[in-house]
């Protein structure tokens, strides 16, 4: 069973730009997470989404916004891009909601310059 | 707002050496609870999970977690670390809302 895939793996960018992320879940997998993580602070939620709905949004400023296909398949795009942003990018799949054990993709590295 | 501690950043460790790790939330209802790992060069992946029963719960490579209500804990502990056991530690919660609430997560690092 492919495991989740993220693309691209990475990319830089400069500051105002925008950028957007492409995950695709396991086969089967209705829920996709998003997730920041960068040095001492651990994984920030973004976003959830299940059956192409977005069903939780963390605390990240209205710059960051994501989609659900009805493939499961999932995009998570930034604009105007800060030098904040730099950070890798997780995304998970998991089969349902709360007690679904989260798979994780590779993440996208985003280097904002 | 709903938290995760864990009290160590970064541990070293000498091979055979006892580990404990400290995951401590903050929620009064009912938790799931789980340890992820992240190896060198790797995807982030369980090491185990708890929602009910038994609160002593075993996972995969010889770890284990102790759910202790009273002290909104769940510490990952190994008896005898290994050289491969070299990889950052991250304890979640979902409370509540499916949202999961992560650690700042703990590097550790085994000197063989």
């Known amino acids: 069973k492919a495991g989740v895939t993220q693309t691209p793996r990475y990319l830089i960018k400069t500051r105002g730009q925008q950028v957007t992320l492409s995950c695709s879940p396991i086969s089967g997998h209705r829920s996709v997470s998003w997730y920041q993580q960068t040095p001492g602070q651990g994984l920030q939620f973004l976003f959830e989404?299940?059956?192409?709905?977005?069903?939780n949004k963390g605390n990240f400023p209205g710059r960051f916004s994501g989609r659900q296909f009805s493939n499961s398949r999932s995009e998570m795009n930034v604009s105007t891009l800060e030098l904040g942003d730099s950070a890798l990018y997780l995304c998970a799949s998991s089969l349902g909601r709360g007690k679904y054990e989260q798979f994780f993709g590779p993440g996208t590295r985003l280097t904002v310059l | 707002a709903q938290s995760v501690s864990q009290h160590n950043h970064h541990v070293i460790l000498s091979e055979a050496a006892s580990l404990e790790l400290g995951c401590n939330y903050s929620y009064g209802g009912t938790v799931n609870l789980f340890w992820y790992v992240q190896y060198p060069g790797q995807h982030l992946q369980l090491l185990l999970k708890?929602?009910?029963?038994d609160p002593l719960v075993k996972g995969i490579k010889g770890f284990e977690a102790e759910f202790i209500k009273s002290k909104f804990s769940f510490n990952l502990r190994k008896p005898s670390v290994q050289w491969s056991d070299t990889a950052e530690y991250f304890c979640a919660v979902n409370a509540g809302n499916y949202q999961l609430i992560w650690g700042a997560g703990t590097k550790l690092i085994i000197k063989p």
């Open positions: 708890y929602f009910s029963g």
């Open positions: 989404y299940f059956s192409e709905t977005q069903r």
